[in-house]
């Protein structure tokens, strides 16, 4: 399984760090796979938000999150991070990881499979 934490409330220009650990056979599938996050506000299509390659070496961001937001991950303790700095009320969506199929990240939301759940990020004004 993915289990993601550290969502909550934050203001706006606050700061908020996710993190998403994989167990079971999660945890085998995603030692030579990208992993990603993506996000889905109320009413809105899910979105991709960061991907990074099963090295580390290699990252992916959106637009919207450039500059704000950085991926990491530690394959020694099976776990992805999403580091989310200068937060805006547009942020507020509840965010998920996912493992790539593909070594390298993608923009694309048919890269990726095994979803895991979600955490609700809030960011008030």
């Known amino acids: 399984q993915l289990q993601a934490c550290g969502g909550g409330l934050a203001q706006a220009g606050g700061s908020l760090r996710l993190s998403c650990a994989a167990s079971?056979?999660?945890?085998?599938?995603?030692?030579?796979?990208?992993m990603g996050w993506f996000r889905q506000a109320p009413g809105k299509e899910r979105e991709f938000v960061a991907g990074?390659?099963?090295?580390?070496?290699?990252?992916l961001y959106s637009d919207s999150v450039k500059g704000r937001f950085t991926i990491s991950r530690d394959n020694a303790k099976n776990t992805v991070f999403l580091q989310m700095n200068s937060l805006k009320p547009e942020d507020t969506a509840a965010y998920y990881c996912?493992?790539?199929?593909?070594?390298?990240?993608?923009?694309?939301?048919?890269?990726?499979?095994?979803w895991g759940q979600g955490t609700l990020v809030t960011v008030s004004s």
């Open positions: 996912v493992v790539s199929r593909s070594s390298v990240p993608s923009t694309s939301r048919s890269s990726y499979g095994s």
């Open positions: 079971g056979r999660a945890a085998r599938t995603i030692s030579n796979n990208a």
């Open positions: 990074i390659s099963w090295r580390g070496s290699s990252t």
